[in-house]
């Protein structure tokens, strides 16, 4: 069945440090690629998408690029900030007949310390 | 332009009880989906609907039922609840089906369900 599987946390860094957190899935089919992230208390907030192979989502200084060939749509921000920690989902979405759902991977929480 | 909401943002109900939780679709999406998130981990799929009619199911036992409403808010009712029905349940709304393509889905805030 479809997949994500993403790298655990928490992920702890220092303020302009680099933020890489590994994505990838199993899927039948051509799924579409998305970066979610949820902040403490809330709902999930769309961060980024890629619908094609090859294609690079990004926002808010955030990348992920789909990359069919290994199966991945890591993300990453080049220099973080307090206000990013979070927790990051990555999710499939994929249309068939029993309907368009998406398929999330654990999570990772990522902490920023100043 | 308003976005998904959910009522209510927190209940507390006891083990075999029933529970009904709305949301209101964002403006101009007729696709509502339902998500079940358990403490630390991902969302898992419950059920979507389009156009009032259940349009594919998750895992998760009959137990689980919905509606959407010609508005295309919609309802998820539980009945018999057991302890491990204690989750965040998210509601998100989307676009009608594009070019063949998964469409994005946009979250409510959530409700917060306790079970004791």
């Known amino acids: 069945g479809d997949s994500v599987t993403q790298m655990e946390g928490p992920v702890t860094l220092s303020e302009e440090a680099f933020l890489t957190i590994n994505c990838t899935y199993t899927a039948t089919g051509y799924p579409s690629l998305f970066w979610y992230v949820q902040y403490p208390g809330e709902g999930l907030q769309l961060l980024l998408k890629?619908?094609?192979?090859?294609d690079k989502g990004s926002n808010k200084g955030f990348e992920a690029t789909y990359r069919k060939e290994t199966t991945s749509f890591h993300l990453e921000k080049g220099s973080v900030q307090v206000s990013d920690s979070a927790v990051y989902f990555c999710a499939l979405g994929l249309l068939k007949a029993a309907g368009n759902k998406l398929t999330f991977g654990g999570g990772t929480r990522v902490l920023v310390k100043p | 332009e308003t976005g998904v909401t959910q009522s209510p943002t927190h209940l507390i109900k006891t083990r075999g009880q029933q529970v009904t939780l709305r949301c209101s679709s964002q403006?101009?999406?007729?696709?509502v989906s339902w998500y079940q998130q358990a403490l630390g981990q991902g969302p898992q799929f419950i059920f979507q609907?389009?156009?009032?009619?259940?349009?594919g199911r998750g895992n998760f036992p009959p137990r689980f039922s919905g509606l959407q409403f010609p508005n295309y808010s919609s309802e998820l009712n539980v009945n018999a609840l057991e302890l491990d029905d204690s989750a965040l349940y998210l509601c998100a709304s989307s676009p009608p089906p594009g070019q063949g393509r998964s469409e994005t889905q946009y979250f409510g805030p959530g409700t917060r369900l306790l079970v004791l």
């Open positions: 403006s101009g999406h007729n696709t």
């Open positions: 890629a619908t094609k192979a090859d």
């Open positions: 609907y389009y156009r009032e009619e259940e349009n």
